[in-house]
């Protein structure tokens, strides 16, 4: 696969650029399905489903809100047929279809969501002798989507259940709290272990890219939140797959590219003691200008770091200044990051103000990791801050712009975002 320049890119960069086709299983698919015991006789479909529904009424949720499901409702002629079946397929699920599991089982309900790719209906069984209850899913066959589901299950330290007929596909419910909510009632409580859930989402960044799983948006993974001897431990787990292997562009196989992840990123300014509204619009105001977008990145060669047919960056091979030393140090601490943090002593007294030591002068490319390239821009802030503050205050973007890149290159990308997030923020 070849990656599209995101800046080039008629769509939004954190975003799919186009709505995602179903794709069939074609016959070397389902032969590897059948031969690793996938693909297994259902006693309902799909469209048994789809095509029986009588009407259906909108789901709101226990604090009486809208959502984005509809529970479906089934004309007695059918409803038999379907409950039994489902009720089976709970068992395929769960006990590789012991029946004797499931006298005391029911569907409580059945919810159709026709916003999401794949149209999926969410199976409520429930235990009818202790009110207990669980989730699985019926969905259309998508072979973008079964790569997914596979591919979670082979690479990631998670394993998932699921199974094909046909065009019908059954997959488990994945526990946990969506992320959206995780962000907006989880995230700044006293309890949350921000560095451990940190490192854990800078750990899904990595497994999402490896396998190209994309547009993990907050609301397309749970965290799952484990009691721990003293402390709790963190697990972010994708529930969305459709978006495998399909965009051509980085960005979306990463999920701290996702604006809707921002407060994971803004972690590292409040670390810092960063976080008021100046500091936090100076940063991202920042990144806007050095990145184009919450994407970390390397400097490209250009007339300014590079002379006409030389070595590339070897304009900064002896800039003392920087504290480069002759060559390689050009290349070697270019411009990284979201801050372009540039020079071999930034990289020695940065890496060193966020406890990396000596690592980022032995592999610089640390610097375009997420959870450190946000740690590097709030140092590198943190070290300029009063000057910073000085010039906020003076209202002068043009000076706290040059305290950070040292002229005025991408000044009107940094002016355009600290003031519209004025505005937001007002």
Not at 7 to 18: D, G, V
Not at 237 to 249: H, L, T
Not at 308 to 318: A, K, V, W
């Amino acid at each position: 696969m070849q990656f599209s320049d995101s800046a080039s890119s008629p769509c939004e960069p954190n975003k799919p650029s186009r709505k995602k086709p179903i794709f069939p299983i074609i016959e070397p698919l389902r032969n590897y399905l059948k031969h690793h015991g996938r693909e297994v006789r259902l006693p309902v479909s799909y469209s048994d489903l789809l095509q029986h529904i009588t009407y259906s009424v909108p789901l709101k949720d226990k604090h009486n809100q809208e959502t984005l499901w509809e529970t479906a409702l089934y004309d007695m002629r059918h409803w038999d047929f379907i409950r039994e079946g489902l009720v089976q397929m709970y068992a395929i699920l769960k006990t590789e279809g012991d029946l004797s599991y499931t006298k005391h089982l029911d569907v409580a309900r059945i919810d159709f969501c026709s916003f999401a790719n794949s149209n999926p209906f969410r199976i409520r069984i429930v235990n009818k002798f202790n009110d207990n209850y669980d989730h699985y899913y019926i969905k259309q066959a998508d072979a973008s989507r079964i790569y997914g589901l596979e591919l979670e299950h082979l690479l990631s330290p998670n394993r998932i259940t699921f199974f094909t007929h046909h065009s019908t596909l059954v997959e488990e419910h994945i526990p946990g709290i969506p992320g959206d909510l995780f962000i907006k009632n989880f995230v700044d409580d006293p309890k949350t272990n921000k560095i451990r859930l940190s490192k854990e989402f800078v750990k899904f960044n990595e497994r999402c890219f490896v396998r190209l799983l994309g547009d993990m948006r907050s609301y397309n993974f749970v965290v799952d939140i484990t009691p721990d001897i003293e402390d709790y431990q963190y697990r972010i787990r994708a529930i969305d797959f459709d978006q495998q292997s399909y965009e051509g562009r980085k960005n979306i196989y990463i999920p701290q590219f996702f604006k809707e992840n921002l407060p994971f990123v803004l972690q590292a300014l409040a670390d810092a003691g960063l976080a008021d509204k100046p500091m936090v619009l100076m940063a991202l105001a920042t990144i806007r200008a050095e990145t184009g977008n919450f994407t970390p990145l390397s400097e490209f060669q250009s007339k300014f770091n590079t002379p006409p047919g030389g070595p590339p960056f070897s304009l900064y091979d002896n800039r003392h200044d920087l504290g480069n030393q002759g060559a390689p140090d050009g290349a070697n601490f270019k411009g990284r990051g979201y801050i372009q943090l540039t020079g071999r002593s930034n990289y020695q007294v940065h890496g060193a103000a966020i406890g990396l030591g000596n690592q980022l002068i032995d592999n610089p490319k640390l610097a375009n990791q997420p959870d450190i390239a946000a740690k590097l821009l709030a140092s590198f802030i943190k070290s300029k801050e009063q000057a910073i503050r000085n010039a906020l205050n003076a209202g002068d973007l043009r000076k706290a712009r040059k305290l950070v890149n040292g002229g005025s290159h991408g000044l009107d990308q940094f002016t355009q975002a600290f003031n519209t997030g004025q505005k937001l923020l007002a």
